[in-house]
């Protein structure tokens, strides 16, 4: 059974920061594109930033210049530095593994909630 388990939400207030961290088993981590997602209330799971299969990274608009994506081989964790959060910010976020090929299936952590709120 493959796990990948996530941390660090919680609640902050406008404008400030959060660190999200994920840890994969080290034969997902070393061969699938790790990233994270996020899924707002009333609304679809949407990409959030992820590492390419190419190994570069890809933001959403919303957060570009917010958000940083990074891992840590030695560790097997993929992080999302989260900064001037807003309001718009608050959902569950998904640590999701993206497989290699598209016949293997891809993995999902349980999530994390992050709320910003005054």
């Known amino acids: 059974q493959v796990q990948l388990v996530e941390s660090g939400g919680g609640l902050v207030q406008p404008g400030g920061s959060l660190r999200l961290s994920c840890v994969a088993p080290?034969?997902?981590?070393?061969?699938?594109?790790m990233g994270w997602y996020r899924q707002a209330p009333g609304k679809q799971r949407e990409l959030v930033a992820t590492?390419?299969?190419?190994?570069?990274?890809n933001y959403t608009d919303s957060v570009k210049g917010r958000f940083t994506i990074s891992r840590d081989s030695a560790k097997l964790t993929v992080d999302l530095q989260m900064n001037n959060l807003k309001s718009e910010d608050t959902a569950v976020y998904y640590c999701?593994?993206?497989?290699?090929?598209?016949?293997?299936?891809?993995?999902w952590g349980q999530g994390t909630q992050v709320t910003v709120s005054s």
């Open positions: 999701y593994a993206d497989p290699p090929i598209a016949s293997v299936r891809g993995y």
């Open positions: 590492f390419t299969r190419d190994d570069r990274t």
């Open positions: 080290r034969s997902v981590f070393s061969i699938y594109a």
